[in-house]
């Protein structure tokens, strides 16, 4: 009965120990990666708008390599869909995006950025700097944001 106990004992300090260990990782591994999927990308530039408008919340795109999806923000709508990558060449899209309407400076961002993602075809990344470009034209650039 003693020796159970000891046991049950040593299972249980084992699981707690291991599960703080595997959560640590998991919070210093996001916070050191500028790569092109699994990072939030704040948009910082968006020719044809500048400039950009202060916002509460920040317009964003974030990959997932996982199932190739992305996800984001575009200035007044949340948008998702599919992408495709090959080396740097890039296909984004379609989106699919919710339909509020919003005032002239959200709506102003949200339609250069939606017409931004669907003419990427490639793309670059300098330190923390991504550039969404059609050929040499850069479509919109953002830079990294790091999970806490």
């Not at 003693?2 to 260990?21: A, D, E, N, P, Y």
């Amino acid at each position: 009965m003693k020796r159970s106990m000891f046991l049950l004992l040593v299972l249980v300090s084992v699981t707690i120990g291991c599960s703080k260990k595997i959560h640590q990782q998991k919070q210093s591994t996001v916070t050191s990666s500028t790569s092109f999927d699994n990072t939030r990308w704040k948009l910082t530039r968006l020719p044809g708008v500048d400039p950009l408008p202060a916002k509460e919340k920040d317009v964003f795109i974030q990959f997932n390599a996982a199932d190739s999806s992305f996800r984001g923000y575009a200035g007044c709508n949340n948008l998702m869909g599919k992408y495709t990558l090959n080396g740097s060449k890039l296909t984004v899209g379609p989106a699919a995006m919710t339909r509020m309407m919003c005032g002239p400076e959200q709506m102003s961002v949200e339609n250069g950025f939606s017409k931004a993602i669907d003419a990427t075809d490639n793309y670059v990344i300098t330190g923390d700097i991504l550039e969404l470009r059609k050929g040499i034209e850069v479509m919109a650039s953002f830079t990294a944001l790091y999970l806490k």
